[in-house]
C-alpha cells in the first residue's frame, strides 16, 4: 500500500483541486449570481472560499470525514470542491491502515486502488459542478471511505425504532441459549503474550462464567465467558498441537505442523489444500461460529496454508454460510507511541508507521472478501485485550443475540 501512496502525494490532488478551480470559478472560488436566475438571494462567499487551494487541501486534511460532508453542504463551490475523487483516493491511501476494523460490509474495493491515476490533464475538467460522469460512477472513492471508515460508517446504519429498543431490551432478561465459537489460529501460539491467557484472567474485561457439561470427544468442553454481564458464551479453544512444541515453536520462532489439518495436496491453481481432523470436523458442525487468531506482527504470516485451513474449517461446517468468522488481528503490546485517548488517535496515527498487519491487509490475505460467510478483522492487542470486545459483540449480533443497547 505504501507504493500506492506515492503515486497519489499531496501535490497530485492540490494540482487536480486548482484547475477545476480556475476552470469552473475563475474568481477564486466566489459564486457569479446568475442574472437570469430568480432566486432573491444574493451568491455569497465565505473567508475560505478565497484562500489558496492548498490551504484549503490542508484545511481538508485535518478535518473528519462527517465534517468535509458538513463543508461540502454549504455552497456550491465547496460542495464541487470536496467530491474530488482524487481527494477521496488520497484520503483512502493515507488512511486505510489505521481503521481498527473491518468487515464483509463495509470493506472497500480494493481493486479501485489498482486502476491507474486518471491523466493529470483531465483529472476533473470533464466533470461539471453538479453533473456525474461515467468515470465517477465507477470509480467512487468517496463512497468507498465513507463506507468502510470506522468513525463514519454508524452514520449509515439506519437507526432502531423505539419498539425494537425497548424488545431488545425485555428480551435480553430472557435466558437464551449459550452460543459456542472455535478458536483456532497461529496467533494464539505464535506471539510472546498468550491471548488465551490473559483471556482467562482479564475478569475486568470479560468474567469467565464457568465450564459447561458437555463434552466434545477430544477437545473438552471450552470455557463460558460473560460479556457485558449479561450475556454468556463459551469459547472452545483448538490448538494445532501439544503445549510443549507449541513453547519450542514459539521460542525458536519456527512454525510446526498443525494435528488440526491433514495435507491433501494442492489444487489445479497450486494453492494447498487441507481437511480438518475427524474431532475438529465435529466442533465445526456443532459451534454458533468461529474466532480465527492471525499474527499481525510485520513480518509474520503462513500465506496460502491460512487461507487453505479457513476454508477448510467453514466447509466443515456444513452448508449454511451464515455462521459469522471473527478475525482477531492480533499483535503481543500495544505500538509504543500509542494514544490512549481516541479522539487523538486519529491525529498521531496518519505521521507515523504502524507496527502491524493493517486490518484490510489482513482480510486481503486471508482471502476473506471470497467468503460466503459474514466475517469481521478487528486489532487486537494480546496484553491490554484492547479490540476483543469490540469483536465479541459483533459475533454475538451475528449468531442472533440481541445485545441492549447496540
Not at 505504501?2 to 492540490?14: D, G, M, R, Y
Not at 465547496?78 to 488512511?95: C, G, H, Q
Request: with cysteine.
Amino acid at each position: 500500500m505504501a507504493a500506492k501512496t506515492q503515486q497519489l502525494n499531496e501535490s497530485v490532488v492540490i494540482r487536480s483541486l486548482r484547475r477545476f478551480r480556475d476552470r469552473y470559478f475563475p474568481n477564486g472560488g466566489k459564486v457569479v449570481e446568475d442574472p437570469t436566475a430568480d432566486t432573491g438571494e444574493e451568491a455569497q462567499s465565505g473567508f475560505l472560499d478565497s484562500l489558496p487551494v492548498d490551504v484549503q487541501f490542508l484545511i481538508m486534511t485535518l478535518l473528519s470525514p462527517a465534517d468535509i460532508c458538513c463543508l461540502g453542504a454549504t455552497s456550491r463551490y465547496w460542495r464541487a470542491m470536496v467530491r474530488d475523487p482524487l481527494l477521496w483516493r488520497y484520503f483512502l491511501l493515507r488512511d486505510m491502515p489505521h481503521w481498527p476494523s473491518i468487515d464483509h460490509v463495509t470493506m472497500p474495493q480494493l481493486e479501485l486502488l489498482d486502476t491507474p491515476l486518471i491523466n493529470e490533464d483531465e483529472t476533473l475538467e470533464d466533470r461539471e459542478e453538479g453533473q456525474d460522469n461515467g468515470r465517477e460512477l465507477n470509480v467512487n472513492y468517496m463512497s468507498e471511505y465513507l463506507k468502510g471508515c470506522p468513525s463514519y460508517r454508524q452514520q449509515w446504519l439506519p437507526s432502531r425504532p423505539t419498539y425494537e429498543v425497548v424488545t431488545s431490551f425485555l428480551q435480553s432478561l430472557v435466558p437464551s441459549s449459550e452460543p459456542r465459537y472455535a478458536m483456532f489460529g497461529p496467533g494464539m501460539e505464535q506471539l510472546d503474550i498468550s491471548l488465551v491467557t490473559r483471556l482467562m484472567h482479564s475478569p475486568d474485561v470479560l468474567p469467565v462464567s464457568g465450564t459447561p457439561h458437555r463434552q466434545i470427544n477430544g477437545i473438552g468442553s471450552g470455557i463460558s465467558y460473560m460479556f457485558n454481564n449479561q450475556h454468556k458464551f463459551n469459547i472452545l479453544t483448538l490448538y494445532s498441537t501439544n503445549r510443549a512444541e507449541r513453547e519450542r515453536a514459539r521460542e525458536q520462532q519456527q512454525s510446526i505442523s498443525s494435528k488440526l489439518f491433514t495435507f491433501e495436496g494442492t489444487d489445479d491453481s497450486g494453492h494447498p489444500v487441507y481437511s480438518p481432523a475427524p474431532q475438529v470436523q465435529h466442533v465445526c458442525q456443532v459451534v454458533d461460529g468461529f474466532i480465527y487468531v492471525a499474527n499481525a506482527e510485520i513480518g509474520r504470516g503462513e500465506g496460502d496454508s491460512e487461507v487453505a485451513q479457513i476454508r477448510a474449517v467453514l466447509s466443515s461446517a456444513g452448508s449454511s454460510a451464515s455462521r459469522p468468522l471473527l478475525v482477531l488481528s492480533c499483535v503481543s503490546r500495544e505500538e509504543p507511541d500509542a494514544v490512549g485517548t481516541a479522539s487523538l488517535h486519529t491525529l498521531t496515527s496518519r505521521n507515523r508507521a504502524r507496527c502491524r498487519i493493517p486490518c484490510v491487509d489482513m482480510a486481503k490475505r486471508l482471502g476473506l472478501p471470497h467468503l460466503a460467510n459474514p466475517w469481521r478483522v478487528q486489532d487486537t492487542v494480546a496484553q491490554s485485550l484492547s479490540g476483543l470486545l469490540d469483536g465479541i459483540s459483533w459475533l454475538l449480533r451475528c449468531s442472533g443475540v440481541k445485545l441492549y443497547g447496540s
